[in-house]
């Protein structure tokens, strides 16, 4: 498989920073989202990291390291309405768009 | 169209029948992909188109799949003879080709269930 691990679940509360983790294997890396998906809702983008470092927009940051295979989506003053799923997601050159998924994390935040 | 449309946005279908799920992308996104979402499963890659090319139909899980892409737009999933296991939410995405740092734009939906 395509080993792209993220925790099931994580809990935080209103205000606070919480930080998601994901790690993939690195072979044929071309580039690493992450997507927002509400319960019974079409997933979000969120972001886009295909060189090393952070990207901040607004309250979500998104982190890369290429050579260690892992990213952090880190979000900031948290709101009841963050509570969702996050969705890692890795591109590989060599398959053009396709995008493999980890299984997500759900987020709750609670007040 | 402003976003990806797809449809139906549920559909509940007998063992054995066939279905089809139709996906409209966005006006102008040349790349169309097909996932499906299985409860607390991660999303399935089944097939995406990209322009005039060939797609890639590597992540159909069987031969009762199949997809279709008429003049560059609209996409039509089908799945035949279907089974309780092909239940699963099935999502389209498009994107305009060269461009992922935009990452895809999701439709709805479409939800199956299979009795």
């Known amino acids: 498989g395509q080993n792209i691990d993220q925790p099931t679940e994580m809990t935080a509360t209103e205000g606070a920073i919480v930080q998601i983790n994901c790690t993939y294997q690195?072979?044929?890396?071309?580039?690493l989202f992450w997507y927002q998906q509400h319960a019974g809702e079409a997933p979000t983008f969120l972001s886009y990291?295909?060189?090393?470092g952070l990207e901040e927009k607004g309250r979500f940051s998104s982190f890369l390291s290429r050579s260690k295979g892992y990213s952090y989506l880190l979000l900031k003053e948290l709101q009841m309405k963050d509570s969702a799923s996050y969705l890692c997601?890795?591109?590989?050159?060599?398959?053009?768009?396709?995008?493999?998924f980890g299984r997500g994390t759900q987020l709750t935040v609670w007040p | 169209g402003a976003g990806v449309s797809q449809s139906p946005s549920n559909k509940v279908t007998e063992k054995g029948k066939d279905v089809e799920l139709r996906c409209d992308p966005i006006?102008?996104?040349?790349?169309l992909y097909w996932y499906r979402q299985s409860l607390g499963q991660g999303l399935e890659f089944l097939i995406y188109?990209?322009?005039?090319?060939?797609?890639?139909k590597s992540g159909l899980p069987s031969d009762r799949f199949s997809a279709e892409r008429t003049g560059g737009s609209v996409s039509t999933l089908t799945i035949q003879r279907t089974q309780q296991e092909d239940s699963a939410v099935y999502l389209c995405?498009?994107?305009?080709?060269?461009?992922?740092?935009?990452?895809?734009?999701f439709g709805s939906g479409t939800r199956l269930t299979v009795v």
């Open positions: 995405a498009s994107s305009l080709q060269g461009h992922l740092s935009y990452g895809y734009t």
């Open positions: 997601a890795v591109n590989r050159g060599s398959t053009l768009g396709r995008l493999y």
């Open positions: 188109f990209q322009g005039n090319s060939a797609p890639d």
């Open positions: 690195t072979s044929g890396f071309n580039g």
């Open positions: 006006s102008g996104h040349t790349a």
């Open positions: 990291n295909v060189l090393d």
